[in-house]
């Protein structure tokens, strides 16, 4: 399994010079460029450096469904994690302390791209254009997480901020972010073989590269191009037959994914202070968990991102993905005899997918070592984008359908539940669907603003403003980095 091994030593190599995008930069690291990048091994240890702050990123996935439609924001009280509140409310504002920790984690993650396309040329190795694929890949997530949730951002590629860079930085265009973000898939995809290196879980492949890169597309309404990415990773991964066995521990890195995010609970992490960097554990997971909950399976955990009514009653009779990405609490107290201590927004319904399961963290601080993977891409996502790209381009529409009917089937085990129809009822149709099959997953919100469907379907949502987030407050007060509007 790959791991997170190298944080405090990457941090003395000098891969944190600039921790995030004008925090305070330092050049006081103790061990530089000059006496690392020696051997191919100084590289390969980088290059898993490189990956770790895919694992501090947890709240992003829980803020993109409290912002949409499909959850509240839970928790003891109205201020418990004031962040998620305000977000729920789509009150938050540019000291959010949550979205400033996810574009400092996100920038980091650039930095330590950029330390290894600054030392690239120092010596010949090995394997070195698959690792520097992994590296493009990477880069390329961080940028697309970024220009998803901020719009335009500082774009920097050849090296890390240094002391320097403080106070000078300005927005590049969101077209000149999806612009990189394209270039550095398209050179991850020619460097990258269709499995991992080494075989090993959570690395980058160029079957992730390719449907990362459709999604990016996508995203762009670039929908030619979009679909005809897919059909790279069409036929290569399949649908599981059990929807809900892929969310437990047997079912990570299965089948059906394409990329997931590892997580274990081997670091025996006890250090609250240094959390999420440190730990090699999900503190997401905890986030999801019943409050005082006594019962068999299942873990307490603090009551956030709940799902709502309108969320578990939009599935059809029938429809097997129900049950197996919500809890009804209601119904799980009935058969079992469990309880629980009802939550600020309290809903009765909690997260099946990410919810803290008895024996899944049994190391250290418990909170901080739940090993639950997030599944950011699978192949039923990668099916129905490319459904979404053959409807909306106009390319294909028997196509489009083929590939949503996989999805359906799979759900209801029959054919009668098939979809027939075509133009806008068709896209429409794919765009229930997505929800249906991705909910609770951290999809939401950006499927909603990118279809223009946010404004009528979130409450509280502004048009002109709430497409973004804001930019941490500061960025703008050290760099003069211009406001998102509304902001």
């Given amino acids: ?76 009280s109205a201020t418990d994690v004031i962040a998620f509140q305000e977000i729920d409310m789509m009150t938050h504002y540019p000291e959010n302390d949550q979205l400033t920790n996810l574009w400092k984690f996100m920038y980091e993650g650039v930095n330590r791209c950029n330390y290894l396309e600054e030392n690239k040329d120092k010596i010949e190795f090995e394997g070195k254009e698959q690792l520097y694929a992994e590296v493009y890949f990477l880069r390329a997530y961080y940028y697309f997480d970024l220009v998803r949730l901020f719009g335009g951002v500082p774009l920097f590629t050849e090296n890390r901020l240094s002391a320097d860079d403080s106070g000078s930085l300005q927005r590049s265009t969101a077209t000149e972010v999806y612009a990189q973000v394209e270039k550095d898939l398209q050179a991850a995809i020619a460097g990258l073989p269709n499995v991992a290196a080494s075989n090993q ?19 762009q309404e670039k929908f030619a191009e979009a679909a005809a990415m897919f059909e790279n990773v069409i036929g290569t991964r399949n649908l599981v037959s059990d929807y809900g066995s892929q969310f437990v521990r047997e079912g990570e890195n299965g089948p059906e994914s394409i990329f997931e995010v590892q997580h274990s609970d081997q670091s025996v992490w006890w250090d609250w202070g240094f959390n999420p960097q440190g730990t090699e554990g999900n503190f997401g997971i905890i986030h999801m968990g019943p409050r005082a909950y006594s019962g068999p399976l299942f873990s307490s955990g603090w009551s956030f991102n709940l799902p709502t009514q309108g969320l578990y009653d939009s599935y059809e009779a029938g429809d097997s993905r129900r049950d197996a990405t919500i809890l009804n609490m209601e119904e799980w107290i009935a058969d079992t005899g469990a309880s ?19 024996g899944y963290s049994e190391t250290g601080a418990t909170e901080l070592n739940y090993l639950n993977n997030w599944r950011i891409i699978r192949y039923a996502d990668v099916l129905l984008m490319a459904a ?13 359908q083929g590939y949503l009917n ?20 068709l896209v429409d149709a794919i765009w229930l669907e997505r ?12 499927d909603l603003v990118r279809t223009g469907k946010a404004a009528s379907t ?17 960025e703008v007060d050290i760099s003069g980095l211009a406001q998102n509007p509304g902001y």
């Avoid at 879980?201 to 996508?218: D, F, S």
């Avoid at 909910?439 to 939401?444: F, M």
């Avoid at 979130?458 to 500061?474: A, S």
């Fill in 458 to 474: 979130i409450d509280g949502f502004q048009t002109g403003k709430n497409e973004l987030f804001p930019i941490p407050q500061q």
């Fill in 201 to 219: 879980n959570g690395r980058a492949n160029k079957i992730a590269a390719q449907a990362l890169l459709g999604k990016v597309y996508l995203y």
């Fill in 435 to 446: 929800n249906l099959e991705l909910a609770l997953e951290g999809h939401r919100f950006f």
């Fill in 406 to 425: 996989q999805v359906r089937r799979r759900a209801f085990d029959d054919t009668d539940h098939d979809v027939t129809m075509t133009g806008s009822a």
């Fill in 1 to 76: 399994m790959f791991k997170k091994i190298l944080t405090i030593g990457l941090v003395s190599l000098g891969l944190s010079s600039c921790d995030w995008v004008d925090y305070d930069p330092l050049e006081s690291y103790t061990i530089t460029a000059d006496v690392y990048f020696n051997t191919a091994a100084d590289y390969q240890a980088a290059v898993i450096g490189a990956y770790d702050p895919l694992q501090w990123m947890n709240a992003q996935h829980i803020m993109m469904e409290i912002a949409s439609d499909n959850t509240v924001s839970g928790g003891e």
């Fill in 388 to 400: 979404e790209a053959n409807a909306r381009g106009g390319i294909d529409e028997s196509k489009a």
């Fill in 340 to 358: 629980y201590t009802a939550a600020y927004k309290d809903t009765g319904f909690f997260n099946l997918k990410y919810i803290p399961r008895a």
